[in-house]
Each structure stands twice: as structure tokens, then as C-alpha cells.
């Protein structure tokens, strides 16, 4: 079953990869009058702009999920630390969350090489 699963990842993951080459694949109808680059590169960069961005959100998410749950456990175990725990789990969420804008920042300047 687990198998099965995976196969089935892997073909949507080929598919997402490939439908944006696939896409850039076609001749425009109309003339573009700013065309400095290949249909192929500025696919490319559309796909590392958008793939950069949701690694970084899920890689966010997955950080500040395991801070908080382990900055829960540790109040747990000791309710007295809940003050001095607080503070430094702020300053890592912020920290955390200053690194995926700063990759939605660089997704954008991608974006406007386009």
C-alpha cells in the first residue's frame, strides 16, 4: 500500500515539475516585444520562485510547530520556567518567520526577472 502511495506521489510530483516546461513549450501568438530570454529560463525561474517559497513556508511551519510543542513540554514539566521559556520562543518564532520572508522577498525578485 505504502508503495502504491509513493508511486502515485511521485507521478503528481513529475507532473508539477514538468507541466510548467510543457507550458513554455508553445509558441506565443502574439509577439512579445521584451524577449531577452528563452521561454525555456523564464519557466524556470517562475518554477524555482514558487518552489523556493513553499519550501520555505513548509520548512517554517515544520520549525515553529516543533518550537512551540517543545516549548509546551518543557512548561509542562516545569510550570515555574513558563516566563523564562516564553521569551527566547518568541525571538526564535521571529527569527524563523524573518527567514521565510526573507525567501518570499527573493521569490519576488525572481518573479520580476521575468
Request: charged letters at 10%; hydrophobic letters at 60%.
Amino acid at each position: 500500500m505504502v508503495r502504491k502511495i509513493g508511486n502515485v506521489m511521485g507521478i503528481v510530483a513529475l507532473a508539477i515539475v514538468a507541466s510548467p516546461l510543457l507550458a513554455m513549450a508553445q509558441e506565443a501568438a502574439v509577439p512579445v516585444v521584451r524577449m531577452t530570454q528563452s521561454p525555456l529560463s523564464v519557466g524556470l525561474i517562475a518554477l524555482a520562485a514558487n518552489l523556493g517559497v513553499g519550501i520555505a513556508a513548509f520548512g517554517s511551519a515544520l520549525g515553529q510547530g516543533r518550537m512551540a510543542a517543545s516549548a509546551m513540554e518543557s512548561i509542562g514539566r516545569n510550570p515555574n520556567a513558563a516566563g523564562q521559556i516564553f521569551t527566547p520562543m518568541l525571538l526564535g518564532l521571529a527569527f524563523i518567520e524573518a527567514l521565510t520572508l526573507y525567501a518570499l522577498v527573493i521569490g519576488f525578485l525572481l518573479q520580476l526577472k521575468i
